[in-house]
Structure formats: structure tokens, C-alpha cells
């Protein structure tokens, strides 16, 4: 077993763990990152291809107001492309297709187009009320997490389809179904990203940009200068505090160091051992805010031939076998890369199918909404997240009802040594790779902080 002795020890080596390794390297101090894994970026994950192209099985886009990833961009020289929007999206809802421009489908009837614009009105206007660092000290806390995000489109979308397109829409965001999610929940996440036509819209919203050669194309060369202090395939299982520091164990490794910054999923957070316990709050918190399910699937052709159709690629139909689509090459000419997106309830159905079934179920529809080209990729790339041992799911971790009231507040609070980073503790864009990126960059200050060791 292999010991080592640091001034601080990070867990986890996805975008949060790793720019807290990063940051404290550069500010002189030693550390040693531990990733389960035998890869980095955790919900990130890109695919180099032998023609130079990428598959970001995960996390891939970025917008506006994403300044820290931009940051990091920056600083290893990451440029970024604009996402391909020209032309015209489709929404497939009653076996009718509709093709629109914009965020709303205004070809749908009046009656459900005015119903939509209605409802990002006022989610809009509710955002606004929500602290951001206290989403649960907001006025309407207590009774917005009292609800489901379900209950509240009953109450609040008459028009079917609108109600349809929204519930796919937005609960696809906590990839789960609309019953599972906290109203107080979907506020506050819509809230850290600025509100509601950021997280639903592409161009200017979340969806706006991608790094040239993916989101591996920053973590590689956040890793390579933190150098030999990142440990693959070191899985933590017990972290043991006292008065003088913290014991960290994994697999075949032993960490000595001041302080530990825990960067896993909340839920996957629970599966460490920690003695003395966690206090209840932290510790229930982490068996209640669970990930839902999505399979993100790359269909790769010879072109992006939706693109000479008037398509812009993406495409929403609630229900189905590909619930969402988005263009996901680039500017070149060859390959073209269809992004399938399936969330929630229907992603957890279409895990239940064999391989070849569900590929079939998946091309299908792209050729009923795309053409028969669609039917024949030449490759076929699927990434099932809710199968990732140290992922326990994805997007981000979600609150249901009551949650936030109840434990919120020990979303960030360290335990003794123990500190705690991952996207779902930032305040400011969380769920998305940004908020993994503050949420690093906070952990690290906060540990030198405690230890009164300024980073220089
Ligand atoms: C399909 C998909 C699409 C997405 N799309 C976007 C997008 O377009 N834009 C965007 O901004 N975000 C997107 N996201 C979300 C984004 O990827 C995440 O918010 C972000 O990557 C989370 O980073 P993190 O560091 O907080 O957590 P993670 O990336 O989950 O990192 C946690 C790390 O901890 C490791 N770990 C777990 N347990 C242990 C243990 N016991 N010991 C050691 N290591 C452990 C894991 O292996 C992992 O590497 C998407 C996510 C998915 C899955």
C-alpha cells in the first residue's frame, strides 16, 4: 500500500476535483487527487476519434455566463465554436411534426404556443425571487417545496401539448420524471443559470458553444500540471478525521494530509466511510439528493445531411425512443454527429432493452424525423450514465420535495476537515461543468482559508 503524505488530498477527478488540485498546485501547495477511475473528467468524457474528430459522451456544451470554464479555456488555450443553429428545429408531439425557429414553437396551435410563452414568463419571474445562496430562505420556499415540479404544470399548463413539451423539457433537465423533482429544486437550478430560457435555449443559452476538441481538450491539460499527484484507479472508501488531520483509504493508497476536499456526486458521496459519521444533516442529505437517468448517444455519418434539408438537427418528441436531438459535429464538412439525448423514465426503459433492439429503436426514429439516411450511421456511440458505478446517474444530483427546506444549507458546510466540492454546491450555474469549476475554485480557497494559508 502506497503512502503518501500532503498538504491536502482531493477526491474525485472530474471538473471540480480537478481544478481544486489545480489551484492549490499553483499556489504552492502539495496534494494528491484520487479518482476511482481509470480515465478522468467523471461526467465528462470525450472520445478522441482516429480522424482527429471527438464524442463527448458527457457534459459538452457551454454559454454565456460560464465565465470560469471560459477561464480555464483560457488559460490552457482551449478555443471554442459556436454551436450549428441555422435552420429549423422540430418538435414531434400527437405523431404530428412541427418546424419552428427559436425557442417556441409558435407552428403549434396559438392556444398552446401562448400557454408556453406564458409559463417562461413566470417561471422566469419566480427565479427572480430565489437567493441563490439560499434558495430555502426564499419567500415562497416553504411552499414550493412542498410541490412537485409536476404538480405545479398541472396546475399551471392547460394546453396538452405545451404541457407535454414543457414536462419533457424541463424535467429532462433533472433527467427524471416530473414527480421526482422539488418545484423549490427546479427554481434554484434555473435561477443559478440565469433562468429559464438559458437552461431550455441553445444559441445564447446553455447550449451555445462547445471547446474545440471537446471538454478533454481542458481536463487533459488540467491533469498533466498537476502532474504525478493525480492517482487513477484509487476508488476512496474511508476517511478518518482527528485532531491533527485526515486518513484518506482507497483500494491500494493511503493519504496523510491537513484537509480532504470530497468532489464526488451526493449520493456517490454516501458510499465512503467517514469516522467519525458525517453530522445527520450532511449525511441525509447525501441518501436523499439522488441522480436521475440519461443516455446521451452519438450517431456519426460521412455528413451533417439534416443540415442541407433546412434542419438545424435539433428536435424534441416527448415519449420517444430519441426524446431529443442535437447537431453535435462541428463546423467541418465530414463526419456529421447526431447528438440523441433520452432522460429520465424513458432513458431507465431503454436500458431494459438489449443493445441491438435499442439501437434499432433509436435509428428508427431519427429516420422518421431525419430521412432514411439517418437509418445507416457509420458509427454508433452510446453512453449509459445511470451504469456508471461512480456516477450513480446523471445530469447533477436533484432535490425532491422537501429536501432543500430540510437540508440545504449543509450543501456546502465542511465537516471538521472534510470539505465538499461538485457542481450541485455551486450556487452560480449549478448542475452544469461551470458550477463543478466554481465549486472547485471555492474548496480551494475555503481549505487554505481554514488552515490560514492564503493561496499566494
Ligand atoms: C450526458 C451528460 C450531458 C451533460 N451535458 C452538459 C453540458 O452540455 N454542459 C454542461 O455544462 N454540463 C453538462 N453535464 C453536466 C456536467 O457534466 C457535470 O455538471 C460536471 O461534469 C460535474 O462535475 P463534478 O466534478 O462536479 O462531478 P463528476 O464529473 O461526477 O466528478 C466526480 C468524480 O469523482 C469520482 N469518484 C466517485 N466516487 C469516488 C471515490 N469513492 N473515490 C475517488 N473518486 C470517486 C468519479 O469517478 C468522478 O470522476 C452533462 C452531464 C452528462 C452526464
Redesign the pocket.
Known amino acids: 500500500m502506497a503512502d503518501v503524505d500532503v498538504d491536502y488530498c482531493v477526491?474525485?477527478?472530474?471538473?471540480?476535483?480537478l481544478t481544486a488540485a489545480l489551484r492549490l498546485t499553483q499556489s504552492g501547495h502539495s496534494v494528491a487527487l484520487?479518482?476511482?477511475?481509470d480515465r478522468l473528467?467523471?461526467?465528462?468524457f470525450t472520445e478522441v476519434r482516429d480522424d482527429g474528430s471527438w464524442i463527448d459522451r458527457?457534459?459538452?456544451?457551454?454559454g454565456p455566463g460560464q465565465d470560469r470554464i471560459y477561464a480555464l479555456m483560457d488559460e490552457f488555450g482551449v478555443p471554442s465554436y459556436k454551436q450549428y443553429t441555422d435552420g429549423e428545429a422540430m418538435m414531434v408531439v400527437g405523431g404530428k411534426q412541427y418546424r419552428y425557429e427559436g425557442t417556441i414553437p409558435l407552428t403549434m396551435s396559438p392556444w398552446a404556443a401562448a400557454n408556453l410563452g406564458a409559463v417562461f414568463l413566470e417561471l422566469g419571474s419566480m427565479c427572480k425571487t430565489i437567493p441563490l445562496d439560499a434558495p430555502w430562505q426564499a419567500k415562497k420556499a416553504a411552499d414550493w417545496d412542498k410541490i412537485s415540479l409536476a404538480k405545479w404544470l398541472d396546475d399551471n399548463v392547460l394546453s396538452t401539448p405545451a404541457h407535454e413539451l414543457l414536462e419533457t423539457a424541463i424535467a429532462g433537465c433533472y433527467t427524471s420524471a416530473a414527480s421526482e423533482v422539488s418545484m423549490l429544486f427546479v427554481l434554484y437550478q434555473m435561477a443559478s443559470g440565469g433562468g429559464p430560457s438559458f437552461v431550455l435555449g441553445v444559441k445564447d443559452a446553455a447550449?451555445d458553444a462547445r471547446p474545440v476538441g471537446g471538454m478533454g481538450a481542458v481536463y487533459r491539460p488540467m491533469a498533466a500540471e498537476i502532474g504525478d499527484s493525480v492517482y487513477l484507479s484509487?476508488?476512496?472508501r474511508r476517511i478518518d478525521q482527528d485532531a491533527g488531520g485526515v486518513s484518506i483509504r482507497?483500494e491500494n493508497m493511503s493519504v496523510r494530509a491537513r484537509r480532504v476536499i470530497v468532489?464526488?456526486?451526493l449520493a456517490?458521496a454516501s458510499?465512503?466511510r467517514y469516522e467519525p459519521m458525517l453530522p445527520v444533516d450532511r449525511s441525509f442529505l447525501h441518501q436523499r439528493m439522488p441522480s436521475g437517468a440519461?443516455f446521451?448517444i452519438a450517431a456519426v455519418y460521412d455528413e451533417p445531411f439534416w443540415r442541407a434539408d433546412g434542419l438545424s438537427g435539433q428536435s424534441a418528441a416527448p415519449g420517444s425512443a430519441a426524446t431529443i436531438t442535437i447537431d453535435a459535429g462541428t463546423n467541418a464538412a465530414t463526419p456529421g454527429v447526431m447528438c440523441v439525448i433520452v432522460e429520465g423514465p424513458i432513458a431507465r426503459d431503454l436500458g431494459r432493452l438489449g443493445e441491438a433492439e435499442r439501437r434499432r429503436s433509436v435509428l428508427g426514429e431519427l429516420a422518421a424525423r431525419f430521412g432514411h439516411r439517418a437509418a445507416s450511421p457509420v458509427d454508433y456511440v452510446e453512453q449509459n450514465?445511470s451504469a456508471e458505478r461512480?456516477?450513480g446517474g446523471?445530469?447533477?444530483s436533484h432535490a425532491p420535495t422537501g429536501v432543500l427546506t430540510e437540508f440545504g444549507h449543509a450543501l456546502r458546510e465542511p465537516c471538521g476537515r472534510i470539505h465538499w466540492a461538485?457542481?450541485e454546491s455551486s450556487p452560480v450555474m449549478c448542475?452544469?461543468?461551470?458550477?463543478?469549476v466554481r465549486?472547485g475554485e471555492r474548496a480551494a480557497r475555503e481549505v487554505t482559508e481554514h488552515d490560514g494559508l492564503f493561496p499566494a
Open positions: 477526491v474525485g477527478a472530474g471538473f471540480a476535483g484520487l479518482e476511482a477511475r473528467g467523471g461526467r465528462t458527457g457534459g459538452a456544451w457551454i447550449e484509487q476508488p476512496v482507497s468532489a464526488v456526486p456517490i458510499q465512503i440519461i446521451k450514465w461512480y456516477s446523471a445530469m447533477l461538485g457542481t448542475g452544469w461543468v461551470d458550477g463543478a465549486s
